[in-house]
């Protein structure tokens, strides 16, 4: 079992920025895949960003290219989404989620889950 817990979520002017963090535990944290999700009300769930265990590899989704950045700590079992040049778009809760295995960017293909932060960007 993996325990996610996220936060640093908030309300924030349009062109604010926000830093989200993730504390895991439980199994090895540095052998996972670890990822952003976000959910805005009446929506699916997307993918945001992903990030292998070295940082080699990592993904955006085409909407936050550039503007948002995915690191990780794996001496802090603890991975992070530094979110720049925020729009009132980018309102949903933030879910953090690790596979031990990428299988691409679908809610189905990721193991764990953490509850979720709410991120407000106001205009």
């Known amino acids: 079992q993996v325990q996610l817990v996220e936060s640093g979520g908030g309300l924030v002017q349009a062109g604010g920025s926000l830093r989200l963090s993730c504390a895991a535990s439980?199994?090895?944290?540095?052998?996972?895949?670890m990822g952003w999700f976000r959910q805005a009300p009446g929506k699916e769930r997307d993918f945001v960003t992903s990030?292998?265990?070295?940082?080699?590899?990592?993904y955006y989704a085409d909407s936050v290219k550039g503007r948002f950045t995915i690191s990780r700590d794996n001496a802090k079992n603890t991975v992070y989404l530094h979110m720049n040049s925020l729009k009132p778009e980018d309102t949903a809760v933030y879910y953090c989620?690790?596979?031990?295995?990428?299988?691409?960017?679908?809610?189905?293909?990721?193991?764990?889950w953490g509850q979720g932060t709410q991120v407000t960007v106001s205009s």
């Open positions: 439980g199994r090895t944290f540095s052998r996972y895949v």
């Open positions: 990030i292998n265990w070295s940082g080699g590899n990592i």
């Open positions: 989620a690790v596979t031990s295995l990428y299988l691409g960017t679908a809610v189905t293909a990721w193991d764990y």
